[in-house]
């Protein structure tokens, strides 16, 4: 069974820093890795897709890399802004019915 | 391209009631999946539904069901609910392949009282 997680749960950083969260899965049989990013109350928003072929990704600030053999993945966000603060979740598709299993997130706050 | 709708956006029941709830995917997009997201579980996966048909299911009770439409629309009916089914339900569309983004929706709240 497929578990995905992410580390820290939460993270405080002030404008200005760049920073790494982290996502690790246990079965690296995967077929792609989806970053999202959700606002209190809201929906998911897609950030970045890693197809299991790929290394990295990026789209403006946003750098997401893929080491599928060791079951790990980050997202990288470069010069953080307060609009980023949010929580990020990450997901994997797997297994048969090719699913998305989702770690619990990371709770982002850049302070002004 | 307008983007993923449910409706409606926030429902208040008591316990042993039903609930159905809407989904309208993208345009063009086949494939409907929902989700399930509570403070203590966080998100799981309900089921997909492609072209009318379910596709694939998660672990989740037969209180739970849905279809899907000629056009893509999907809903979902939770039948005799329970306080624990409170959550806000995600439902995410893509073409369907599976190689692919899924585009999710803003969601709909439940509470059950």
């Known amino acids: 069974k497929q578990e995905v997680t992410q580390i820290p749960a939460a993270l405080s950083v002030p404008e200005g820093e760049n920073l790494v969260l982290n996502c690790s899965f246990t079965?690296?049989?995967?077929?792609?890795l989806q970053w999202f990013r959700q606002d209190p109350g809201k929906g998911l928003t897609s950030l970045l897709l890693i197809q299991s072929s790929q290394r990295e990704q990026t789209s403006g600030r946003l750098n997401a890399s893929l080491d599928k053999s060791s079951g790990r993945s980050t997202l990288y966000i470069a010069a953080s802004q307060p609009g980023d603060s949010a929580t990020y979740l990450c997901?994997?598709?797997?297994?048969?019915?090719?699913?998305?299993?989702f770690g619990s997130g990371t709770q982002l706050t850049v302070l002004p | 391209k307008a983007g993923v709708t449910q409706t409606p956006r926030y429902l208040i029941k008591t316990r042993g009631q039903q609930v159905t709830l809407s989904c309208s995917p993208i345009?063009?997009?086949?494939?409907v999946s929902w989700y399930q997201q509570t403070p203590g579980q966080g998100l799981q996966f309900l089921f997909e539904y492609f072209s009318e048909t379910q596709r694939n299911k998660g672990n989740f009770p037969g209180r739970f069901s849905g279809r899907q439409f000629s056009n893509s629309r999907s809903e979902m009916n939770v039948s005799t609910l329970e306080l624990g089914d409170s959550a806000l339900y995600l439902c995410?569309?893509?073409?369907?392949?599976?190689?692919?983004?899924?585009?999710f929706g803003p969601g709909t709240r439940l509470l059950v009282l």
């Open positions: 995410a569309s893509s073409t369907g392949t599976y190689q692919e983004t899924q585009y």
């Open positions: 345009s063009g997009h086949r494939s």
């Open positions: 079965d690296s049989a995967i077929y792609n």
């Open positions: 997901a994997v598709s797997s297994g048969s019915a090719r699913q998305l299993t």
